[in-house]
């Protein structure tokens, strides 16, 4: 899944594409390179992020996904908004990638029942302003029996809104209210969330966990735009778990450790 943040501000990749025509150009792009789904957001989830309004939302995914998705690409949305993944998959769109995993606006579970659509239900607490402060997980089991928990009770309330389970996907969200710690005990324990019995999604590309694993001497992490090396190699270490799919910013770079691995695996 390849990444296409319409946004002024996303921490990987912000500004980059955040006009329509640039942002339909990287989404070819992506395509070229191998991706099989594209991923469009236009809401950045980092830290301290101020959220836009729902119209400004609208108007920076609509007519991206509008366009790819009539030259035949495989497009999900990104947005925890009802209103926004509605217009989205009028629009084309035939995957809703909800962060919140219902969460931050119910009504999307509705939205996403009364379609089609692929469901990718993500581990999530809280908005980004907030959500460093929810980074606890001190119960037995520690964060990967509480992120089990609680995306089981949010895959409950996706059933419940007539979501069948064969259209749910599921993320544990690295770095959504999680310190680096957390993300790397998740990694290691991605294969508990895998006995859940859904694909699973994984988003670590260039997120600040790898910048903490790479900082310098003095302590400083590494730059967003140079912990690709790092990305790759937790592609090729989550891909031999086996899961679903991978979102990442450097299709490329993935797709050429796929194929590697694979022909590892070949023997
Ligand atoms: N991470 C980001 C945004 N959307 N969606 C899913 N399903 N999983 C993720 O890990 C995820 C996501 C934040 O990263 P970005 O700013 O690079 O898009």
Same mark, same amino acid.
């Given at each position: 899944?390849? @990444? ?8 990987? %990749? ?19 390179? !191998? ?11 980092? =830290? ?26 495989? @497009? ?10 509605? #217009? ?17 606006? +119910? ?32 119960? +037995? ?16 309330? &996706? ?6 389970? #064969?259209?749910? @996907?599921?993320? +544990?969200?690295?770095?959504? &209210? ?10 290691? !324990?991605? =294969? ?23 900082? %310098?001497?003095?302590?400083? +992490?590494?730059?967003? %735009?140079?912990?690709?090396? &790092? ?13 679903? !799919? ?22």
């Amino acid at each position: 899944m390849g @990444v296409v943040n319409v946004t002024p501000d996303s921490f990987s %990749d912000g500004g980059r594409w955040a006009t329509p025509d640039a942002a339909v150009a990287h989404g070819r792009d992506l395509l070229a390179q !191998g991706a099989d789904i594209l991923d469009i957001g236009g809401e950045s989830t980092r =830290p301290g992020a101020t959220r836009p309004l729902v119209a400004e939302e609208v108007d920076r995914v609509v007519p991206v996904i509008g366009t790819l998705a009539a030259q035949g690409a495989r @497009v999900s949305v990104d947005t925890m908004r009802s209103e926004v993944a509605e #217009q989205a998959l009028a629009a084309g769109a035939t995957m809703v990638n909800d962060v919140s995993g219902g969460l931050a606006d +119910p009504r999307i579970l509705d939205v996403v029942a009364a379609s089609e659509a692929t469901y990718v239900c993500m581990h999530w607490r809280g908005h980004s302003d907030h959500m460093a402060e929810l980074a606890a997980y001190d119960g +037995p089991g520690g964060v990967v029996a509480a992120v089990r928990a609680e995306l089981c009770q949010r895959i409950e309330s &996706a059933m419940a809104a007539g979501i069948p389970r #064969q259209r749910i @996907v599921l993320d +544990p969200g690295l770095g959504f &209210a999680k310190a680096a710690r957390h993300n790397w005990t998740l990694l290691r !324990g991605l =294969p508990a969330l895998q006995e859940l019995g859904f694909p699973l999604l994984v988003g670590a590309s260039r997120k600040s966990f790898l910048g903490t694993v790479l900082a %310098d001497a003095d302590g400083q +992490p590494r730059a967003v %735009d140079d912990r690709e090396h &790092a990305t790759t190699a937790l592609t090729v270490l989550v891909a031999q778990l086996g899961v679903w !799919g991978l979102r990442v910013h450097d299709v490329r770079a993935a797709r050429d450790a796929l194929r590697t691995l694979e022909r590892w695996e070949e023997g």
